[in-house]
Nanobody
Framework: QVQLVEPGGGLVQAGGSLRVSCAAS????????LAWFRQAPGKEREFVGL????????YYADSVKGRFTISRDNAKNTVYLQMNSLEPEDTAVYYC?????????????????WGQGTQVTVSS
């Protein structure tokens, strides 16, 4: 099992940048895929991007490609979501998720472990 903790989101103006982090409670994450999802009020949870811990290769939703970057820090067991050129439409609760099923998937239901979520608000 793994617990995921996401400290702090924030408020930022449109066009600005923000980085959110997700700390995992365990080492030995090589069998895990970490992902970011987001959920805006009244909308379904949406895939943002993922990173298999073993390879570090990243995949992104089209809506964020070129603006968002996922990275990991092995020493800190932490994954980051760097968000640039933010738009009001990016306002949502951002969730970190993990699965150890060996699957690179955009389907939220296939992730077994979730962080508590962190609010990101982009003002126009």
């Amino acid at each position: 099992q793994v617990q995921l903790v996401e400290p702090g989101g924030g408020l930022v103006q449109a066009g600005g940048s923000l980085r959110v982090s997700c700390a995992a409670s365990r080492r030995a994450l090589s069998s895990y895929t970490l992902a970011w999802f987001r959920q805006a009020p009244g909308k379904e949870r949406e895939f943002v991007g993922l990173i298999p811990w073993s390879t570090g290769t990243t995949y992104y939703a089209d809506s964020v490609k070129g603006r968002f970057t996922i990275s990991r820090d092995n020493a800190k067991n932490t994954v980051y979501l760097q968000m640039n050129s933010l738009e009001p439409e990016d306002t949502a609760v951002y969730y970190c998720a993990a699965n150890n099923l060996g699957r690179l998937t955009v389907v939220a239901g296939l992730y077994q472990y979730w962080g508590q979520g962190t609010q990101v608000t982009v003002s126009s």
